[in-house]
């Protein structure tokens, strides 16, 4: 199939989550018993996306480690009753391949995506920022998000309808309805974090894109912003000017695990399910 890659930027430095995430990378963090990232991969394979590219950072090296193979611990649990805990884990390792790049510094998401640029070469490829953590009971969200891709072969963003007072910590669409049964929209602009009651919509930009090659040229012409971060919003927004964004409003639940609150809801939600 024509997509096959999937990039998860991971080099933040979790600031929200200081002082856990001084030694431990944020996307480690568990919901229950299952780190972040792994939920992340998880969704990927089961868009049968299985080369996961990973963008770290100094202070990341527990991720490489997650994603192996942990011999004595294996040799140990192997014939008792504690097996099973590692089942899930050994199933992904199984199914997956992984690369890694590191971010020297930390310039921005649109600069994490261009870092991962020597990993995806010239493909279309799926990101996933795994502190968005995405839970739908029938198909995952990047499934969902394949299914559009195929139809219409241009970058593809999630989007979800947030309060309006919350539009200024998202990238915020404007956009023209497509198809009101599968909820997608053409994407006619784009802008990071507007202020409160600047927005045009309050249609958020999610962590999971689909994005065309084409991104990494527009990335190296970005400029920096005020923060000295290149952002993937003004990217996206070059692609959006030619008629090259789709919007989708996936199916299911997110959760912001990045945000303190985010992180217990989503713990309270798992639990209380069985997930
Ligand atoms: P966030 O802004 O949510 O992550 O970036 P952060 O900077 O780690 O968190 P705080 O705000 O300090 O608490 C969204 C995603 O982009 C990645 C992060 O790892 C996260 O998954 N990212 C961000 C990078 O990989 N590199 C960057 O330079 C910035």
Not at 30 to 46: F, T
Request: hydrophobic content about 40%; glycine content about 8%.
């Amino acid at each position: 199939f024509m997509l096959n890659k999937c990039l998860f930027p991971a080099a933040g430095h979790g600031t929200r989550f200081l002082p856990a995430t001084k030694a431990v990378p944020k996307e480690m963090l568990p919901i229950l018993r299952k780190p972040l990232l792994q939920y992340g991969v998880e969704e990927a394979l089961a868009a049968n996306i299985n080369n996961i590219s990973i963008v770290t950072g100094r202070g990341k090296r527990a991720i490489e480690d997650h994603f192996d193979n942990a011999f004595e611990l294996e040799s140990q649990l192997i014939g008792t009753s504690k097996e099973y805990l590692l089942t899930e884990i050994k199933e992904v390792i199984e199914k997956a391949t992984f690369t890694y790049v590191r971010q020297p510094s930390m310039l921005g998401l649109g600069h994490a995506i261009l870092t991962g640029e020597s990993l995806i070469g010239n493909e279309p490829f799926a990101v996933v920022l795994a502190d968005d953590l995405c839970y739908s009971p029938d198909k995952g969200v990047l499934a969902q998000m394949l299914e559009v891709y195929k139809k219409y072969k241009c970058s593809i963003v999630a989007i979800e309808e947030v309060p309006e007072d919350q539009v200024d910590k998202y990238g915020i669409i404007t956009g023209k309805l497509l198809d009101e049964s599968d909820d997608t929209f053409l994407v006619t602009n784009m802008i990071e974090k507007p202020n409160i009651g600047e927005a045009n919509s309050n249609l958020a930009v999610i962590g999971r894109y689909i994005l065309t090659p084409d991104i990494f040229n527009i990335l190296k012409n970005t400029k920096p912003d005020k923060n000295n971060e290149i952002q993937i919003t003004e990217a996206l927004n070059e692609q959006a000017k030619k008629g090259n964004v789709i919007g989708y409003k996936f199916k299911g639940i997110r959760f912001d695990c990045g945000d303190v609150d985010g992180f217990v809801s989503a713990t309270n939600y798992f639990a209380k399910n069985n997930l």
